[in-house]
């Protein structure tokens, strides 16, 4: 009796073990966890974890919206689902009419295949739908993406346009067919680095809040002490050891994301800071740091008894940025960035005060 009561509980088992196993996500499921108000995070570990069946065509995607599914929920569905259904003119209208989020059509885009009619009729008929010319511009030209259809032709990848190969800067390693991010791809407002051997991935860069080190070294100090103050001293910000935390070895020409938002934490929201207002990377600068023994050291201005200049002078890295989307940037670079040590500072020299805040990184050349 006692072996019979053993191998019905072992059948037990394995029917639940199986029947769990075999557990799959629908959006019903999904709409049934945000109604009971389970934490978003969890929700998209549930879903990652998960086998998944959505239902991620226009009717879908609109019923998601309309039961308040967030945007990030959304984006993970869609990722997990990638390639979606085929995606037209039709859907890019009833999408947007039904208040979907550009970020999350902008993401449709990037990860279905597309059938758009781009004549002149179709672009009419686009305009008066009210369609957005960004979201347009995009139907237009869409960046391929690794669950797109390849060109058999280009052994399984995509020929990329004349424009994404001088963004993309097809002289480096770095692929031109990574997916194009939307504002849902990252948690919060920041500095991110675009992981290129994991596509889709994007690292962020942690801030480094340090005081004022030093005015001048002993030279200047004596020279600017011999001549009444007229020499002038350089004001310079210490960063503890000789590189960064965050360790990039990618190509010559890392690419970054920019994201600033007002719902969200903000990009300069730390108490030792009084910078207020960041909207783009434009009031950025990014500067190779000098390595001593004593760590690393940037110069961010000049003083001297008849002038005071603030800012940095010297050692910027031009870089190039694209806004993608209200809030998001894309920071690239049209020439070569050397291996070294940099930091991305917040070019705001009036409000300079007892304390800097800086995202540093330590650039490492790819190790064939």
């Not at 994301?257 to 990377?281: L, N």
């Amino acid at each position: 009796m006692r072996k019979l009561f053993y191998h019905f509980f072992f059948i037990l088992v394995c029917v639940g073990s199986e029947s769990w196993a075999q557990e799959v996500i629908k959006n019903q499921s999904v709409i049934a966890m945000v109604q009971a108000k389970i934490d978003r995070e969890l929700i998209v570990g549930k879903i990652s974890g998960s086998a998944c069946q959505f239902d991620l065509t226009t009717k879908g995607v609109i019923e998601l919206k309309q039961a308040t599914v967030p945007d990030l929920i959304i984006s993970t569905m869609i990722q997990s689902s990638a390639p979606l259904p085929t995606v037209r003119n039709r859907d890019i209208i009833d999408l947007y009419s039904a208040k979907v989020s550009r970020d999350i059509i902008t993401k449709m885009i990037m990860s279905s295949k597309t059938d758009f009619d781009l004549s002149p009729g179709g672009l009419i008929e686009l305009k008066t739908a009210k369609v957005p010319d960004g979201i347009v511009k995009l139907m237009m030209n869409p960046v391929p993406t690794a669950s797109k259809e390849a060109s058999p032709k280009e052994g399984g990848r995509s020929t990329p346009t004349k424009k994404e190969e001088s963004v993309a800067n097809t002289k480096s390693t770095r692929p031109v067919d990574l997916p194009v991010p939307v504002l849902t791809d990252f948690p919060e407002t920041g500095i991110y680095y675009e992981e290129y051997k994991a596509k889709g991935e994007y690292l962020q860069l942690d801030p480094t809040t340090t005081n004022l080190s030093k005015s001048g070294s002993v030279y200047e100090s004596l020279l600017n002490f011999r001549t009444g103050g007229l020499s002038g001293t350089t004001q310079r910000v210490g960063l503890a050891n000789k590189s960064a935390n965050f360790i990039i070895e990618d190509n010559r020409r890392p690419v970054f994301y920019f994201v600033f938002g007002q719902t969200r934490k903000e990009i300069d929201d730390v108490a030792e800071s009084t910078w207020r207002g960041v909207s783009s990377p434009n009031e950025f600068v990014l500067v190779k740091a000098n390595v001593s023994s004593r760590g690393r050291q940037i110069s961010i201005g000049r003083q001297s008894a008849v002038t005071s200049e603030s800012g940095i002078r010297a050692t910027t890295i031009p870089f190039r940025y694209k806004k993608l989307a209200t809030g998001l940037y894309k920071v690239y670079f049209e020439e070569d960035v050397p291996a070294g040590e940099y930091v991305f500072f917040y070019n705001k020299g009036s409000e300079q005060g007892s304390s800097i805040k800086v995202y540093d990184f330590s650039l490492r050349k790819v190790k064939k």
